[in-house]
T-cell receptor
Framework: DAGVTQSPTHLIKTRGQQVTLRCSPK?????VSWYQQALGQGPQFIFQ???????QRGNFPDRFSGHQFPNYSSELNVNALLLGDSALYLC???????????????FGEGSWLTVV | KNEVEQSPQNLTAQEGEFITINCSYS?????LHWLQQHPGGGIVSLFM???GKKKHGRLIATINIQEKHSSLHITASHPRDSAVYIC??????????????FGKGTKLSVKP
């Protein structure tokens, strides 16, 4: 049973470009959350997707957008990249449907984005 | 002030020592997670707590909801325990799927 998989693992982009990061949740999970982790900091919540809709959003500009597909996989898109967008982007999956309380969350290995 | 504070930020221990990492939070929560992050970046969930105490192998996690405080203990520490340990709380306002609010992490280094 594969856990959460993310791609690509590393990438380098130039200021102003656009990037798409991908995430496949753990088998059976229906909720995907994205986090940004700058060097030396804890992760910061970007947004969460469930049933192909953005359900919650953190304090990130509209340059950050996402999508969830019918198979629960998700994409994170960042437009007009800034140097400050350089970070580790983490995807986490969990199961929402049928649960009345929180459950274990699983993280991917992350995508390291460097903007030059 | 961050909503989730961890201490210490850095911790160096000798193999075999008992280790405690502390986490204090200032928001209402529905659950608290202890996570382990290795240098490659991937995060592993160690515990999810909403009350009391949990134990898994050499790891013990406790939470005091009234005091808004949690501790992670490692007994008989080993060099393979070296990692960053992160405390994260799930905001009560988001329900069971509320987003996680993370501490900055505690970098643990266990020397042989």
């Amino acid at each position: 049973d594969a856990g959460v998989t993310q791609s690509p693992t590393h990438l380098i982009k130039t200021r102003g470009q656009q990037v798409t990061l991908r995430c496949s949740p753990k088998s059976g999970h229906d909720t995907v959350s994205w986090y940004q982790q700058a060097l030396g900091q804890g992760p910061q919540f970007i947004f969460q997707y469930y049933e192909e809709e953005e359900r919650q959003r953190g304090n990130f500009p509209d340059r950050f957008s996402g999508h969830q597909f019918p198979n629960y996989s998700s994409e994170l898109n960042v437009n007009a990249l800034l140097l400050g967008d350089s970070a580790l982007y983490l995807c986490a999956s969990s199961l929402r449907r049928g649960t009345s309380s929180g459950n274990t969350i699983y993280f991917g290995e992350g995508s390291w984005l460097t903007v030059v | 002030k961050n909503e989730v504070e961890q201490s210490p930020q850095n911790l160096t221990a000798q193999e075999g020592e008992f280790i405690t990492i502390n986490c204090s939070y200032s928001v209402g929560i529905s659950a608290l997670h202890w996570l382990q992050q290795h240098p490659g970046g991937g995060i592993v969930s160690l515990f999810m707590l909403s009350s009391g105490k949990k134990k898994h192998g050499r790891l013990i996690a406790t939470i005091n909801i009234q005091e808004k405080h949690s501790s992670l203990h490692i007994t008989a520490s080993h060099p393979r325990d070296s990692a960053v340990y992160i405390c994260a709380v799930r905001s009560e306002y988001g329900g069971s799927q509320g987003n996680l609010i993370f501490g900055k992490g505690t970098k643990l280094s266990v020397k042989p």
